[in-house]
């Protein structure tokens, strides 16, 4: 799996309005209906789920990075928005520390593609605990800056 083929590049925000942690999934879930990846008569649904997840459990990983997900039985592809807070976002973080980039990702919910979940998880978490890619991800000023290192990031991907 590669970001090309989960990043929504219309769902890239590379400045976050939000400061707080639900108004920032609320552009990151409007970012996705703005796409065309989610139906705007789901966009509530969505919201609602994404912050019953965050209930559970802070996605706020520390370093500066969160990624709230969830699965769906109506999601039917991997999709991730992306946004960036040059001021951070209270996200209720592990490390007590604003978040600088979110990864908002919807998954399927199906059993076939549980481990489509996994796989992205795994290549977000692979890139985010790179110093140096967090490190560019939150210099990055537009959404070709965005592009050029996910790009950069999936050529870096051994092949299997």
Do not use: C
């Given at each position: ?15 976050l309005a939000a400061t707080k942690r639900d108004d920032a999934i609320a552009e990151l879930v ?86 489509l979940h996994l796989e992205a998880m795994e290549l977000i978490f692979g890139h985010l605990r ?31």
């Amino acid at each position: 799996m590669l970001f090309k083929e989960i990043v929504v590049e219309e769902a890239v925000i590379p400045v976050l309005a939000a400061t707080k942690r639900d108004d920032a999934i609320a552009e990151l879930v409007d970012a996705l209906v703005a796409a065309g990846t989610i139906a705007p008569s789901d966009r509530d649904e969505y919201y609602k789920k994404v912050l019953a997840r965050e209930r559970k459990g802070s996605t706020g990983f520390g370093h500066g990075v969160a990624v709230p997900h969830v699965k769906s039985p109506d999601i039917h592809a991997v999709a991730v928005a992306i946004g960036i807070s040059p001021g951070g976002v209270e996200f209720n973080a592990l490390d007590r520390k604003p978040v600088h980039s979110i990864f908002l990702l919807m998954s399927p919910e199906s059993d076939p593609d549980v481990h489509l979940h996994l796989e992205a998880m795994e290549l977000i978490f692979g890139h985010l605990r790179n110093e140096r890619f967090r490190n560019f991800l939150r210099q990055a000023n537009s959404v070709e800056d965005v592009r050029t290192l996910l790009e950069e990031a999936d050529a870096s991907r051994p092949t299997t």
